[in-house]
Structure formats: C-alpha cells, structure tokens
C-alpha cells in the first residue's frame, strides 16, 4: 500500500450481518456525501467482519456495480467491529480516513462537515459526537457511565457519550497501526496522539434494520480494554487498599496487645472471626483476579497474535 496513489478520502465501513441495509447505504453516500465533494477523489472500504447472513452477497453485487471505487476485505471469521476498522485503516489510501457504520445511524452531512474541518482548518482529528441517540433507555445509560468512568479515569477530553464515527488524518492512522496493542481501545488510540481535535454533536439515528451487535458484555469487555491500557487506576486502588487494611489491621493488633497488658481481652465469638475472613478473602481474590488480568494480557502482548484473519480482498 505504500506505492498507492493517494486520494483524498476514504470511508472505512465494518460490516456485520447488515443484509438489507448496505445498498441503501450506499446510495445516501454516493448521493449526500460523494456528490456534495464532487471535486475531491475518493474510496468506500467495507470490510465483511464474518457475516452469517447475506450481507457478502450484496457487497459483491455493489463491487459488479461500482468496481472502481469499491474494495471489499473478507474476514475468515468474526473479528469484532475494532478489528474490522484497523483492517480498513491499513488498506486506505486517502490523505483522511473517516469510519461509519454500516447502517448509516451518522447522518452523511457529518461526513460533510468532517471532511470541510480537515481540509479547511486542519484538523488532523474531526470527531462526531453524540449529542443524543434514539436507543433504549438501557442502552443509553450502560453507554453513559461507560464513557464517564473513562473521561474520570483516563481521557479527560473524551466525548460524554463517546464516538463511533471519527476522521483521522493520514499520519494519525500511521500512528494508531503503529501502536499494534493486542487488545486495542481504539478511541484512545485516537485521543492519546495528542493531534488537534475538532468535536461535532449529532443525533444518532435508530437503526431500520436487525438489532446492534455490541452487547453489554462486549462493552464491558472494551471498557477494561480501555482501563487496563491506559490508567495506573486498579493496580493503584489494590495499593491504596492493602495500606490501609494493613493500616487499620496495625491499630487493632495495637489495641489489643493493650486489652491483653490490661486484662481486659473479651471473646466475643466466631462471628465478627468469620465476617473478617470472609471480607478479606474477598477482597485478596479480587486482587489477584485484577493480577491475573494483567498477566493474561502480557502474554496475549506477547504471543502476538493477529488481530484480523483475511481470507480475502477484492480491489
């Protein structure tokens, strides 16, 4: 990719199990966003992320459609939507690189916007954030305290709803592929460069079709991405609270040496025994589990392993 012809755009599309959706998708980009930049060369990269449903299919039908413009990465299996953008990162060919998802939930004017911000004021970074989202009440709140506990702990200049569609410059995506994490938190990636940031409210649209993909369980998983990649905060925390077990422990053993000195040692039974070793058996496990995560991933670092399989490209 090196060797390629630059041009001045790109948008990286991750796909998975979005049949029915991806053709009309296209054409709002091909009329809202590729005709409003006519003067301006560009590429669609849609990168089918392991579908199980027809969604292949209706990619290949837009390649026969538009074979110029239209590449298409096949992934041997279901990688994960990160995985899936970083493929499309490494396979552009544009001075910017903008991601959006599939089922079109950004409305196009914000790629408008995005790209009138890069090439207009320089900005290496254009973010979307959402200002609102027609989801459910569950969805938005988990979302919510997702992002703050983020903003608190790690990127203070981090969206409070976070970001889904973002464009990056060229010399941003050379810096997120450099960083090669083996459980990327790709927000960060992108908030810890330090490039200029230019942020962009919009509303987030409901999907029309299928239901989203990026359960809770996904998301919490992507959280302790984030956490474990880049804070200090649970190795810290597992300090602050052995100092002060110890702390307290010190002072009990203290008070009573002085009850045993003076006589005045009672026994109160096994109960408080018993809430005592349960309480601090609980907490060394969640220490250790905290431990072992970083260990789990230190070998995942160095085992090395590919984050995307592809099976094929069609360019």
């Not at 060797?3 to 796909?15: G, L, R, W």
């Not at 959706?21 to 006519?38: A, F, G, P, R, S």
């Not at 953008?85 to 599939?102: D, H, M, P, V």
């Not at 009850?259 to 018993?274: E, H, L, S």
């Amino acid at each position: 990719m090196k060797n390629a012809q630059k041009i001045d755009y790109s948008i990286v599309i991750p796909v998975f199990c979005n049949q029915g959706t991806l053709k009309k998708t296209h054409k709002v980009i091909q009329d809202e966003i590729i005709q409003y930049n006519k003067s301006k060369s560009y590429e669609l990269i849609f990168i089918d992320d392991g579908s199980y449903d027809s969604s292949f299919e209706e990619l290949m039908q837009l390649k026969k459609q538009y074979p110029e413009n239209i590449k298409i990465i096949k992934f041997t299996r279901n990688f994960g939507q990160i995985s899936a953008i970083l493929a499309g990162y490494q396979y552009t060919r544009g001075k910017c690189i903008i991601n959006i998802s599939a089922d079109l939930q950004e409305p196009p004017e914000l790629v408008n916007e995005m790209l009138n911000y890069h090439y207009k004021d320089n900005y290496d970074i254009v973010i979307g954030t959402r200002a609102s989202r027609d989801e459910s009440f569950f969805r938005s709140k988990t979302s919510n305290i997702f992002y703050r506990i983020i903003k608190k702990l790690i990127f203070p200049n981090m969206p409070k709803g976070g970001f889904d569609s973002v464009l990056i410059s060229d010399k941003v995506k050379k810096v997120v592929l450099n960083e090669n994490d083996s459980n990327p938190f790709w927000q960060g990636q992108i908030l810890w460069t330090g490039y200029k940031i230019k942020f962009i409210p919009y509303k987030r649209k409901k999907r029309e079709v299928g239901k989203s993909k990026w359960t809770f369980s996904k998301k919490l998983k992507y959280l302790i991405d984030g956490v474990m990649s880049y804070s200090y905060f649970p190795l810290r925390t597992m300090s602050i609270t052995g100092l002060i077990i110890s702390l307290l422990g010190f002072i009990y053993a203290v008070v009573i040496l002085f009850a045993r000195i003076f006589g005045k040692v009672q026994i109160y039974g096994w109960t408080p025994i018993m809430i005592l070793i349960l309480v601090l058996s609980g907490i060394q496990m969640l220490m250790i589990g905290v431990i072992g995560e970083y260990l789990w991933r230190t070998l995942d670092q160095v085992r090395n392993r590919q984050k995307y399989i592809i099976e094929e490209i069609y360019d």
